[in-house]
T-cell receptor
């Protein structure tokens, strides 16, 4: 593993189904984030975690939950998927510090029918 | 409210110079970022400005004016591989990023 790994890369699922997007990083970054990216809109923060054991809500948290049991993993769960959750989801991490540069995973394209 | 504005799309010629503008209105300011995103790929960090002025990094430069709520990304000696979307983001006082919708840059030979 190098950097941030997301899985699955792409998924189609029926509305009402439960889905977990996985995110793992090997950079020992404290902060991790989940964003969704939709055409014509900026990246929108769903949930974040500043350190293992803590999570916080972002701009668009409804319908999503996260956990941060350890430094490396930050899964995003859709309890009951709806079509409006069709999007590209990016996991990111940050080492913190002055610049706060984000490192992104390759994204998970989710289609809810 | 919080708002980041940047042009939706720009076209430029290979070898030329292009300037991508970003204006912002946020409740606080703690730095401005530019990211590059090729189609179907993840965003990658380009630059960070927290003080007024120009930051130069190779062919790319980024400028910030905090009093005007304005930044630009300057790309010189354009190459075909520079065809991508360029995302402007402002970090607020809670250290969260507010993102613009991105500028799609098309480079023509």
């Amino acid at each position: 593993i190098a950097g941030i790994t997301q899985a699955p890369t792409s998924q189609i699922l029926a509305a009402g189904r439960r889905m977990t997007l996985r995110c793992t990083q090997d950079m020992r970054h404290n902060a991790m984030y989940w964003y969704r990216q939709d055409l014509g809109l900026g990246l929108r923060l769903i949930h974040y975690s500043n350190t293992a054991g803590t999570t916080g809500k972002g701009e668009v948290p409804d319908g999503y939950s996260v956990s941060r049991a350890n430094t490396d993993d930050f899964p995003l769960t859709l309890a009951s998927a709806v079509p409006s959750q069709t999007s590209v989801y990016f996991c990111a991490s940050s080492r913190g510090g002055d610049t706060g540069e984000l490192f992104f995973g390759e994204g998970s394209r989710l289609t809810v029918l | 409210g919080q708002n980041i504005d940047q042009p939706t799309e720009m076209t430029a010629t290979e070898g030329a110079i292009v300037q991508i503008n970003c204006t912002y209105q946020t409740s606080g300011f703690n730095g401005l970022f530019w990211y590059q995103q090729h189609a179907g790929e993840a965003p990658t960090f380009l630059s960070y400005n927290v003080l007024d002025g120009l930051e130069e990094k190779g062919r790319f430069s980024s400028f910030l004016s905090r009093s005007k709520g304005y930044s630009y990304l300057l790309l010189k000696e354009l190459q075909m591989k520079d065809s991508a979307s360029y995302l402007c983001a402002v970090r607020d006082l809670n250290y969260q990023l507010i993102w613009g919708a991105g500028t799609k840059l098309i480079i023509k030979p």
